[in-house]
């Protein structure tokens, strides 16, 4: 061998062993390494991973947007519920005056016949069914007998059917699970205690009482009257009504309006264990149960409010005890349907003489408009 080459063959070999290096690593980083090859990464190449600091950011991050979307998230489901809700209270109010274009008449409130006769009785619910389409239903109610008395088994499994229709979305606890209790011998009527299927929705009967009294500033004699009339020789009337009675105006008088929580009894949208253990089988929660048709309006002084100047009772959102107030798990206030149709929210701020004179029928009061 000549001596001259010597350094050009090493620097030849020295040439293609670099050559083979960068080979081998452009393969690597291309399709990974395979058996028998040398994975030569460089420490300066792109990385397949993330470090534990970059998680623990990554994780706070949609921790965040978790905290400021779910609020948003349960405003827009309890605005669909809300939504659902006034469109179940206009349905009803549809039924009703389809039911007064049948028989020139408007359902009653509740009705109960006592000996002489047989004992028998009834409420809203019950009369609207087939205006509700539900005649399957309603053939299934023997009108002969009581509905709710034991001895119609028939009677009562009907009564116990969850019906969508009557509640509202934003109650909690499901409509097969929410049943209430019936018992009338408080009012010393001969009838077992049952338990009913739910209902959302109560007439308004009609004003009397506390808030009678601090509405007009004078005591009112029986009360004032709403739309729908309790026709009973011992608790109410003996008419019925109709839409032509309602002298105040169908557009500014209600038929019925929202009272949730059945035999649980909520003060201040706190559940009151005192008052639910004294109430316990009349709070009339269920679809139908007589007294979900009778729900004078009273006023509570029970949810910590006041109105100036003096202070007073509060009826919207302050208790759902029957004949007190109304009730809904709605911030701000509830559904009431109007005698025209029409659905409308009322706020727990609405001044009691005008809400008495939406609830009477032909009170005659001189209001402005209040807009709702």
């Not at 739309?227 to 009675?245: K, M, N």
Request: hydrophobic share 40%; charged share 20%.
């Amino acid at each position: 061998m000549d001596i001259g080459t010597e350094p050009m063959c090493r620097h030849v070999a020295i040439g293609e062993r670099s050559t083979e290096r960068v080979a081998m690593r452009r393969k690597t980083r291309n399709s990974g390494s395979t058996e028998g090859e040398i994975n030569l990464i460089s420490p300066w190449g792109p990385r397949t991973g993330f470090t534990l600091v970059e998680l623990l950011v990554v994780i706070a991050i949609i921790g965040m947007l978790v905290g400021l979307l779910l609020p948003a998230v349960q405003a827009a489901r309890e605005a669909a519920r809300r939504t659902d809700c006034s469109n179940r209270s206009r349905q009803l109010a549809l039924a009703i005056h389809n039911y007064h274009s049948a028989y020139r008449k408007l359902p009653r409130a509740w009705w109960l016949e006592t000996p002489p006769k047989a004992f028998n009785g009834g409420n809203w619910m019950m009369a609207i069914l087939p205006q509700l389409e539900q005649q399957g239903l309603d053939d299934r109610i023997d009108r002969s007998i009581l509905p709710v008395d034991q001895l119609s088994p028939s009677n009562v499994a009907a009564l116990q059917t969850p019906m969508s229709i009557f509640v509202c979305p934003s109650t909690p606890g499901g409509i097969e699970s929410r049943r209430y209790l019936f018992d009338s011998s408080p009012a010393g009527l001969p009838f077992t205690a049952t338990n009913l299927a739910a209902a959302d929705f109560t007439p308004t009967t009609g004003v009397r009482g506390t808030y009678a009294n601090f509405a007009y500033g004078a005591s009112l004699s029986g009360g004032r009257e709403g739309a729908l009339q309790v026709v009973s020789p011992i608790f109410g009337g003996d008419q019925d009504g109709r839409f032509a009675d309602i002298l105040d105006g169908l557009s500014h008088t209600t038929l019925f309006g929202e009272r949730t929580g059945g035999n649980v009894v909520y003060s201040a949208g706190r559940e009151d264990p005192v008052a639910t253990a004294a109430l316990i089988g009349v709070e009339g929660g269920g679809w139908g149960d007589l007294l979900n048709g009778e729900h004078w309006l009273q006023g509570s002084l029970r949810s910590g409010l006041s109105w100036p100047p003096v202070g007073g009772p509060c009826a919207i959102n302050c208790t759902n005890a029957r004949g007190f107030g109304f009730h809904s798990f709605h911030v701000g206030g509830c559904h009431f349907a109007f005698a025209d149709g029409s659905i409308r929210f009322i706020n727990t701020s609405i001044e009691p003489r005008v809400f008495s004179s939406h609830v009477t029928r032909r009170g005659r009061e001189a209001i402005a408009d209040d807009g709702i």
